[in-house]
């Protein structure tokens, strides 16, 4: 308990007066002794009409008996601590108004008497910032919802339609190709050809939209065993371009084990399409960041210009033409899309013509 005396009680005013926080103090019966002016802002009232009164007509109505009942047993064993902990607190202002408030206790003790200072913080800003937040977020959960289950009928709508035009188009294509003239040929191409890229699209953004709704939950997974799932599902095409990936060691943490590999896979997979003239050389490794691990994905490709970093997440951005890379453009997208399903962030390093890094953190779990 801290003690003070009254060749002090001059230097306490002054301090409890410039505190930016309410300050009131009462003495053991619950009256009110001391106020500075953030009091009188926070309640409406002039300090003189305070004074002597019990601390209970700062208390709202409903709360006014279990206040003097906590009083009373604070002032049998006072101690420094918050008050209403786990609860909110209310304070009534003179024009009959509730205000939300934080309060904090100190016992003070002088010439054998206890007094109880007690700070108090407005917290009406804070509360409206936080109703604010849960609405916006309840706005964009019902938002990502709503664009979920737009993706995902969408793309079901539009395959039944796809392929009786694909079906017919190759029937075409098959039937009369040759037998109408050059042109016909040439648009019955540009049709199939439209036609095929479009399923790709439909069902990448299937992909998409699915790594919420369809995710599997998380549980302890071995990174190196995703990481050779996805080498495994990749294994004609590193063999083709005699790509080589390093990795000596990779943690184990909490994840979707399917969503790991997948991430991991799409990874790869970018490193080796954007190849330089050299065979690709990836590194793969991970480092201790406190709470998260930081995994990073190194290659020798050709790289880009860092004014398009944010523009490579993005779904169906390109940065080259389609007949340059095939390909919707979704990859990345995908990956961003897991990583931060999974709590976690993506960022990338690049310069062109000096290779490319993708370093992503996911929590240990």
């Known amino acids: 308990m801290t003690n003070f005396f009254r060749a002090n009680e001059d230097n306490l005013r002054l301090v409890i007066e410039a505190s930016p926080s309410g300050m009131i103090m009462v003495d053991s019966e619950g009256r009110i002794v001391l106020v500075n002016s953030q009091i009188e802002k926070q309640f409406g009232y002039a300090r003189a009409e305070l004074l002597g009164l019990p601390i209970e007509i700062l208390v709202p109505d409903a709360a006014r008996q279990t206040h003097k009942h906590d009083r009373s047993a604070y002032i049998e064993r006072p101690v420094t601590r918050s008050m209403g902990t786990g609860r909110e607190l209310f304070g009534l202002r003179k024009d009959g108004s509730q205000i939300p408030v934080e309060i904090g206790l100190n016992p003070l003790e002088s010439e054998g008497r206890t007094f109880i200072l007690a700070s108090v913080i407005d917290i009406t800003q804070r509360k409206e910032t936080e109703q604010l937040l ?45 037998r109408i003239d050059e042109k016909a040929d040439q648009y019955i191409d540009f049709i199939v050809d439209a036609t095929k890229r479009m399923q790709e699209l439909i069902n990448d953004l299937l992909t998409y939209s699915r790594v919420e709704t369809k995710g599997h939950g998380f549980e302890k997974t071995s990174c190196l065993e995703a990481l050779e799932n996805a080498k495994s599902n990749l294994k004609m095409t590193i063999q083709e371009t005699d790509a080589v990936i390093k990795c000596e060691y990779l943690p184990e943490l909490r994840a979707d084990a399917t969503q790991l590999s997948q991430l991991f896979q799409n990874l790869l997979a970018n490193a080796i399409k954007f190849r330089s003239s050299a065979a690709p050389e990836i590194t793969i490794w991970a480092e201790e960041r406190g709470p998260f691990w930081e995994f990073f994905v190194q290659d020798n490709g050709k790289g880009f210009d860092m004014k398009y970093a944010e523009r490579v997440f993005v779904i169906f951005q390109r940065l080259h033409s389609r007949d340059a890379y095939p390909g919707s453009g979704i990859g990345l997208a995908i990956c961003k899309r897991i990583i931060e399903r999974h709590g976690g962030t993506i960022s990338v390093k690049s310069a062109e013509g000096a290779g490319t890094t993708f370093s992503f953190l996911l929590p240990k779990g």
């Open 134 to 178: 849960k609405t916006k977020i309840v706005e964009l959960e019902r938002s990502n919802n709503d664009l979920q289950q737009f993706a995902y009928v969408s793309s079901h709508d539009l395959q039944e339609p796809l392929r009786v035009i694909s079906n017919f188009t190759q029937l075409l294509s098959k039937r009369y190709r040759s």
